[in-house]
Structure formats: C-alpha cells, structure tokens
C-alpha cells in the first residue's frame, strides 16, 4: 500500500460522510459455498480499527452486537453501554441501525409470515432497534427484507403479505414517534434496501422502484418517515442502471442513505469494493449525488476478500474519495460545460413542425454526447492533465 502512494490521512478521511459496518469488518468469509476463513471479531475491535483508519461512522445489525436471546434484556443494556463506551473513546459516532430479519430460523417464513407470533416477533425486533438507535444517537434505521417472499410459488397472497409487512414498519414508526419525544431526538430516517434476488427465490420488493410503490401505497401510516437506501450493486443485479435508478429515488425524495460497493450485471450478490469493477459508472453516479446535493451517508456494504483484510477498508475508503473530488472536477469542467450548454441551445429553431429538418440541425450536435463520454474517461484517466501514451 505505502508504494501504491496516492493514500488520504485518517484525517481527511472523516471529512465524508462514509459509514462502516460492523457486518463487514467482521465478515468471516462465509458464503454458501464457503466455509468461514477468519475468526469472528467484536464491536470494540472493529470501532478501534475504523477509528485508525479514519471511518467516522459505524452501522450494525441488532444481532451483529446482541445475541438473538439476549435482545430487549438487561445483557442488551449492558451491551449497548460498551458500545457507546467504544465510541466515544474513538470519536466514531453511530450513524445507523438495522433488525437482523433473514439470519434467524424465526425468518423461514419472512417477517410478514402467516403465523400473528412470527409477525409480533418482528414488530418487537423492529421496535426494539429503533430503541437501540436512538440510544446510540443513531440517525438512520434500515430494512433489507431480502427473506419477503418464497421459494415455491401459490402457497401466499402477496397483498396480504406486503400489508403485514406494511405493518412492522407501522409499528417501527410509530415506536419512534414515542421514543423520540421521550429522548427529546429527532425522528429516524427509515430506509427500505431492495435485492432483487437472494435469500428467497421470489422477493416481493426486489427493486428500489418496487419500494417507491409500496412507500406510496398508502399501506404505510406514516410515508413522510420511510424512505431508500439503495445499494450500488442491487441495482446492477437486476439489470438496472444504477444512475436512473438513483434519480428516480432523488427525483421522489427518498434517497436517503447509500451503501457503496460494485460487482457484476445479473449475478450474485458479491459485495465487491467500491470503483474496483466500474469505476467509470461510479464517477457518474456521484457526479449525480453531488450535482444533486445528495448528503446522506456512504455505507460501506462490501465483503473484504477472503483471505485477506488488511488493505481493503482503507483502499475503498480512498477510491471513494478520489471518485467523488473528480466528481467534482467532472462538474466543473470547462469542456464538459461547453458541450453541455450547447446540447441544451440545441440546433437552432428551423422554424416547423418538420421532423427531418429538425433531425438534421440536430445530428451533428449529437457527437457531443461522445464528446462528453470522451472527457469523462480523460478525466478518470488523468488524460486531461496531459498524461499520453505513444511511445
Ligand atoms: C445484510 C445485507 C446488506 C444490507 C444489510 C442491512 O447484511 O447483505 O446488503 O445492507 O443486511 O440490513
Ligand atoms: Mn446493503
Ligand atoms: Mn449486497
């Protein structure tokens, strides 16, 4: 790493708002297919390491701190202490709060399951986090009901299954209401994550533009709480554009949180480091968040290798960065702006409603659009500083 150079200091570093999960630091390897190849390490250990490395900001599962049984118990409490302990001595703060609903043998049938047991289950889980969050300071709360839906298909009524899970978040809702005028504590953000496959084989919000509609459905009784975190290769997953999904969140509101990583088109969900697959679409897509004034957390949801750990977070960390300064050169490039000015002039009023002439003002105008995709690679390239390669 020290020869690769190119590093931001720790300092630098917890200028942005970039948040580390507890989940991913202690990733042990596991996968299906794989057995786990590290040890399981806890909270304090991963809080001190994001400190050094300068990640101001930690995220966790209910379960990735609490055991299963001990939630809602005096041993929560005593956990939930140290964690704060934890914190503070390394000057992190806790920016966001998950229920764990898909590890569990209680989530075979998924939160919104037929049995009213499995379903109070999960309104106390949802409750309880939010609880959690608002005593480690928290201000986001995330759903990822990847275990909403089924392997074989017939056996549910997806209305009805949608509108139990509508109630969780209700019940999620409304118990930060109470929290928050008891903490004196602004409300939470509660962010809906969409994956369009796995765990399930079926899900039944797969994407974020599936949860747009459910947010607005009116099964929700408070809709102004419940918002997106989109994840980068979620959406790659399905297929999407990431850069059209994302603002179709922006333009609805709701993209409140992000979790920042790459991988693949219509493949599994492999949690690859931001920028290492598509460093270019990234470019872009912060170049939508800043130009959009996008200010809510970059969730480092990724899996570190399994073999090694030592220089991922902190690579990830800084390609983030470099990708969103260039973000900012790209917005004001005086090139790019030119050619953007003069797509918008357009190619001059021909004066009719005659669609060939205005075909043909217009064509010429058109290369523009490869012009700008030219300067974007120069500009990841580092090409537009005068950096050539003919011998
Ligand atoms: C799981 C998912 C991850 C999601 C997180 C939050 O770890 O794999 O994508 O962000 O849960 O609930
Ligand atoms: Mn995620
Ligand atoms: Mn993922």
């Not at 379960?63 to 302990?85: K, N």
């Not at 994840?231 to 993209?255: I, N, S, T, V």
Request: glycine share 8%.
């Amino acid at each position: 790493m020290a020869a690769c150079g190119g590093a931001y200091s720790p300092q630098t570093r917890r200028k942005y708002f970039i948040s580390g999960p507890q989940w991913a630091a202690a990733y042990q390897g596991q996968a299906l297919f794989h057995a786990p190849t590290r040890k399981p390490i806890g909270f304090e250990r991963v809080i001190e390491e994001y400190a050094k490395i300068g990640i101001g900001h930690w995220a966790a599962h209910d379960t990735d701190v609490i055991p299963t049984e001990a939630l809602g118990t005096e041993e929560q409490s005593a956990i939930v202490s140290r964690i704060q302990s934890a914190l503070q001595k390394n000057g992190l703060d806790c920016s966001m709060v998950t229920t764990e609903t898909f590890y569990h043998a209680v989530w075979a049938a998924s939160p919104a399951a037929e049995a009213p047991e499995v379903r109070d289950y999960a309104a106390f889980r949802v409750e309880n986090t939010v609880r959690i969050g608002h005593e480690l300071g928290a201000q986001f709360a995330v759903y990822w009901p990847g275990s909403l839906g089924y392997y074989v298909q017939g056996a549910i009524d997806e209305t009805e299954t949608l509108r139990w899970y509508a109630g969780a978040l209700n019940a999620a809702c409304e118990a930060d209401i109470r929290i928050a005028k008891e903490k004196n504590r602004p409300t939470l953000k509660h962010c809906l994550e969409a994956k369009p496959f796995e765990p399930q084989a079926e899900i039944l919000l797969p994407t974020s533009d599936a949860m747009l509609g459910f947010i607005g459905s009116g099964l929700l009784t408070h809709p102004e709480m419940v918002g997106l975190n989109p994840e980068y290769l979620h959406e790659l997953m399905w297929g999407a554009a990431p850069r059209a999904a994302l603002a179709r969140a922006l333009l609805a509101d709701k993209l409140w949180h992000f979790d920042i990583n790459d991988g693949y088109r219509l493949k599994h969900d492999v949690d690859i480091a931001v920028g290492l697959v598509n460093p270019l679409d990234w470019l872009n897509v912060l170049v939508l968040l800043r130009s959009h004034g996008y200010n809510g957390p970059f969730n480092l949801d990724y899996k570190p290798p399994r073999t090694t750990s030592a220089v991922s977070f902190p690579t990830a960390v800084d390609r983030f960065i470099t990708l969103w300064e260039m973000a900012g050169e790209v917005m004001s490039d005086g090139i790019i702006k030119e050619a953007t000015d003069a797509l918008k002039a357009g190619g001059g009023a021909v004066g009719s409603k005659d669609a060939g002439a205005i075909a043909a003002a217009n064509r010429e105008l058109l290369t523009l659009h490869e012009l700008i995709a030219h300067r974007l690679v120069q500009i990841l390239l580092g090409l537009h500083r005068g950096r050539t390669y003919s011998v």
